[in-house]
């Protein structure tokens, strides 16, 4: 069946980048487009933007341009986030999720990301 | 990007009851809305997409509405696993956008 298994939890300092992975099982991947979509504590759901699995070419959302690198392991049917200068607002948890017909149909568990000094 | 405002940001009823949470777009979206249920710490799950069409597996006491702008979830006679979060989000746009979420609580 479908699987998106996100890397675990990660503890970083102010300043260091952080590189997410979402390794996928149970279809071809380069058929479903792949979002990244943060959650900080307490808060909502907010897409941070999608790489499209058969270009490799990334869309990112306002807000999420510049630090933030979407990228992909073809072969190994993996995408990745990749957050660059940690700032202690980028403490969330990540979620990769699959795009579906006309929705996100299968999500990862979610990658916490914790960052402090 | 496409704004979608969501009504109420938290609701408290008891087991029994019927609910029912809002969601507007900041333009047209035809019926590319999806509803997304959301336990603590847990994944989301989509429990309507083109906002009317249930998922499977999602009980009928689950429907949706709307087209356009203006959409609703509908909960009926809540059960004690539907307290939980609740989002709306566009599909219209191909970078997706969340309502801001409604917390359905226990009275």
């Known amino acids: 069946q479908v699987q998106l298994v996100q890397s675990g939890s990660e503890l970083k300092k102010p300043g260091a980048s952080v590189k997410v992975s979402c390794k996928t099982f149970?279809?071809?991947?380069?058929?479903?487009?792949i979002n990244w979509v943060r959650q900080a504590p307490g808060q909502g759901l907010e897409c941070m933007g999608w790489i499209n699995t058969n270009t490799g070419n990334p869309t990112y959302a306002q807000g999420f341009i510049g630090r933030f690198v979407f990228s992909l392991d073809t072969s190994a049917s993996t995408a990745y986030l990749q957050i660059n200068d940690l700032q202690s607002d980028d403490t969330a948890l990540y979620f990769c999720?699959?795009?579906?017909?006309?929705?996100?149909?299968?999500w990862g568990q979610g990658t916490l990301l914790t960052v402090s000094s | 990007d496409i704004q979608m405002t969501q009504s109420p940001s938290s609701v408290s009823a008891s087991v029994g009851d019927g609910v029912t949470i809002s969601c507007r777009a900041s333009q047209y979206i035809g019926t590319s809305l999806n509803w997304y249920q959301q336990q603590p710490g847990k994944a989301p799950k989509v429990l309507i997409f083109d906002a009317s069409t249930l998922e499977t597996g999602v009980p009928s006491r689950f429907s949706g509405s709307g087209s356009g702008t203006d959409f609703t979830l509908t909960i009926g006679s809540l059960q004690p696993e539907d307290f939980a979060s609740y989002f709306c989000q566009q599909g219209y746009s191909s970078l997706y956008t969340f309502g801001q979420g409604t917390k359905l609580e226990i009275k």
């Open positions: 149970g279809y071809t991947f380069i058929n479903n487009n």
């Open positions: 999720a699959r795009s579906g017909f006309k929705k996100i149909d299968h």
